[in-house]
């Protein structure tokens, strides 16, 4: 039964020193550090060793939620699949311990909370595109075969160029060039 820390900074500039010493006073018998990565990013090699050094009945022990992660749907995965793991979450700032009955219920707080504000994106984001469907807005992209379609005719009659038509679909004008030859071959062959 160990207690290991976790600290990180995001900018190279920044210093662990506060963090390292807090994890320390903790009891943290190991500490992994991560420097110049943003929390956003969950890709983070102390992280990942600290993950991995982990077994039943440690303790993950952070300075602070944020350094662990800043998204806290993140975070809540992440201390989620410690908790399947039998390994135990601490943040010291933020008083959460999930080896007491009241650092759990905090836990599962800020869970039904972070569940709370996914319904509510994925709400506003339906009432959103529901809204610019009213307003005769066309949503998500074209279908393939509708822009072929479209680029092919405009190249022919000479109406617009090869560039400009990669210009508007945001393509390369080779990418043009290969949907437009593909295009003529289907034709052929229909």
Known sequence: MEMIGYARVSTSEQNLDLQLAALQAAGCSRVHTDQGISGADFERPGLAATLDELCPDDTLVVWRLDRLGRSLIDLIRLVTDLGARQVEFRSLSEA?????????????????MAEFERSLISERTKAGMAAARARGCRIGRRPAMTQRQEARLAIEHGTTSIEAVATQYGIHPRTVLRTL??????DAVG
Request: avoid cysteine; glycine fraction near 14%.
């Open 181 to 186: 030859k593909g295009s003529r071959h289907e």
């Open 96 to 112: 959460i311990d999930t080896s007491s009955s009241g650092g759990r219920l905090l836990f599962h707080l800020l869970a039904a």
